[in-house]
């Protein structure tokens, strides 16, 4: 089950009994990864965002992970700072968010706590002192999930979020050893990761990437140098695994239409990295067969069927018809659209 945005969270980023619900109705996946969770007050940057950095948030996903190995199923807990994809809002004192470099993005909106949309921000750069501080929170973080029962921590370096916006020159234009050169840019990544090794362990760390991918309008002159690159030294790693999106599927969750002329990650990058790798991005069952058994990639992450279908892989095995889901629920709210959706059994 591929990591899925969903705005539930209670009051101060805690997960509530309704997410141990969703959760658990999904258990049968071969395993979760969870909706990317802020690893700090300041790494927020939407409404209702789960945290992993207070006594109360730890406590709620505790309950979700305890959950979901009741009913047999593995969690791996995705965690992010959002960077320049955030507002002043959700910033100690107000300030702007941070970033690489002071550039808003150039697509998309800001969501206010209250869902209501404007423009970004221009953010400012963050002082490099800040990133010692970012990667300590990124530590605790996983040391956290670790904590709350989670079988493993996934690092969100996708999708415009800070790690991404410090990977691509799109959005890195700093001129310090953050900046400008391909190893440069990933030294932030680079050392979150090897941060995380040392606090939980290689097997329990994993990293997920979007190349080519046009979410919060980022860019890069040379994407396939620069994830070659970065797949090449997180396989020096030898992590859990690595997890990418498709660009075909860069903004589906602000629609359903998928790009026909974008690069195939899974086959340009899979050979690079030296361990599992998940591919996720508008499959079907039929195109994530043909990827396993081309060798592109050894799993593949489904999203939207999974939010309407709790019980997706009994459904595929039997070719079973799968449920619609309605967009309309897929941010905020309450159990429509969220914990309503029926299994094949229920429906009977």
């Not at 948030?57 to 960077?83: E, Y």
Request: hydrophobic content about 40%.
């Amino acid at each position: 089950m591929a990591p899925l945005t969903r705005m539930r969270a209670g009051e101060g980023g805690v997960p509530t009994p309704l997410s141990a619900i969703y959760y658990g109705q999904r258990a049968s996946a071969a395993m979760i990864i969870t909706e990317a969770t802020a690893i700090s007050h300041n790494a927020h940057g939407y409404p209702n965002m789960p945290g992993i950095h207070s006594k109360e948030q730890l406590a709620g996903w505790r309950a979700i992970a305890t959950r979901v190995h009741q009913k047999n199923g593995r969690i791996v807990m995705q965690i992010v700072h959002t960077g320049r994809a955030s507002h002043s809002t959700y910033q100690t004192d107000g300030i702007v968010p941070g970033a690489p470099s002071a550039l808003a993005s150039a697509s998309g909106q800001a969501f206010l706590p209250d869902f209501t949309l404007v423009e970004w921000e221009v953010p400012r750069a963050l002082e490099q002192e800040e990133l010692v501080t970012i990667v300590a929170s990124f530590k605790t973080a996983a040391k956290n999930a670790i904590d709350a029962g989670c079988d493993a921590v996934e690092i969100h370096a996708a999708n415009g979020y800070l790690l991404d916006q410090f990977l691509q020159d799109g959005s890195n234009k700093r001129t310090d050893q953050y900046g400008g050169s391909i190893e440069n840019r990933s030294r932030l990544l680079l050392e979150v990761v090897d941060a995380l090794v040392e606090a939980i362990g290689k097997n329990r760390v994993a990293v997920r990437l979007s190349p080519h991918g046009n979410f919060g309008g980022m860019q890069d002159s040379d994407p396939k140098s620069l994830f070659t690159y970065v797949i090449n030294a997180l396989s020096q790693r030898h992590l859990a695994y690595l997890h990418l999106i498709e660009p075909r599927a860069s903004s589906i969750g602000l629609g359903d239409d998928l790009s026909i002329d974008s690069a195939n990650n899974a086959k340009l990058f899979r050979r690079a990295f030296n361990g599992p790798v998940i591919s996720a991005g508008g499959y079907t069952a039929a195109s994530a067969t043909r990827a396993i058994l081309d060798g592109d990639a050894d799993a593949i992450a489904f999203g939207r069927s999974f939010l309407a279908n709790p019980d997706l892989p009994a459904r595929v095995k039997a070719g079973a018809p799968l449920n619609r889901y309605d967009r309309t629920t897929f941010y905020g709210g309450a159990e429509k659209g969220y914990t309503d959706y029926p299994s094949m059994e229920s429906a009977d």
